[in-house]
């Protein structure tokens, strides 16, 4: 069972464009959200979080925007920059499960010039 | 470099030989995980240790899995026996203990295992 859906699989996107990738989950019980950055032959980092006692979170150029009816949140990459191509994860976890993480599928991301 | 550090970072072996992998978390760090990669996936949790006690395992690690964490420091993972379908990146990495509500996990580059 995929707890965490994520898309779309691939996005390009000019350089100085916004790029926007979608995460749903299903288990309400989440509560945390991080979203992980994954450059190849490297493993994930993470970039940026939310609980979901806020709607939205920003640091730097990135954002992630967290609605909690509807079980989805983003994640914004705002004046996207040729060395943000990577490949992007969101993830879920329960609180005093440890950092248990469940992933989404990815999404290559690849910024043109 | 402090980072998480794991060896080695490739692993060719035939189907039915037994491979191990070494993880070296952050030195501080006492909570220490596995996670298993395939190509075009998330990773998946496997496992995880809060010092040297192995509090969890997924019901992805079958019995032909095997990790220890002696002394809480490094932590190895075997794999015996193995198969085709263990063709994956294993990730390890580790986070501090948990003194807030959010806790960060660094990962490492993780060890590819191509199983032939």
């Known amino acids: 069972q995929q707890q965490v859906k994520q898309s779309p699989q691939s996005l390009i996107v000019q350089k100085g464009g916004i790029s926007i990738i979608n995460c749903a989950y299903e288990?309400?019980?989440?509560?945390?959200f991080p979203w992980y950055q994954q450059f190849p032959g490297k493993g994930p980092a993470l970039l940026i979080a939310?609980?979901?006692?806020?709607s939205e979170k920003k640091e730097g150029r990135f954002t992630i925007s967290f609605n909690k009816s509807a079980k989805q949140f983003s994640l914004h990459i705002m004046d996207s920059q040729p060395g943000d191509s990577a490949t992007y994860f969101c993830?879920?976890?329960?609180?005093?499960?440890?950092?248990?993480?469940?992933f989404g599928t990815g999404t290559r991301l690849q910024v043109t010039l | 470099d402090t980072g998480v550090s794991q060896n080695p970072r490739h692993k060719i072996t035939k189907r039915g030989q037994n491979v191990t992998f070494r993880c070296d978390p952050i030195s501080e760090h006492n909570r220490l995980y596995w996670y298993r990669q395939t190509l075009g996936q998330g990773p998946e949790f496997l496992t995880y240790f809060q010092n040297e006690a192995q509090l969890e395992k997924s019901r992805l690690l079958s019995d032909r899995f095997s990790a220890e964490r002696p002394k809480g420091s490094f932590s190895t993972l075997e794999i015996q026996r193995t198969e085709q379908g263990d063709s994956a990146m294993y990730l390890c990495?580790?986070?501090?203990?948990?003194?807030?509500?959010?806790?960060?996990?660094?990962f490492g580059s993780g060890t590819q295992l191509s199983v032939l």
């Open positions: 993830a879920a976890s329960l609180t005093g499960t440890a950092s248990k993480l469940t």
């Open positions: 939310i609980r979901p006692d806020v």
């Open positions: 288990n309400t019980a989440f509560d945390y």
């Open positions: 990495a580790s986070s501090a203990p948990p003194g807030g509500t959010n806790e960060k996990l660094f």
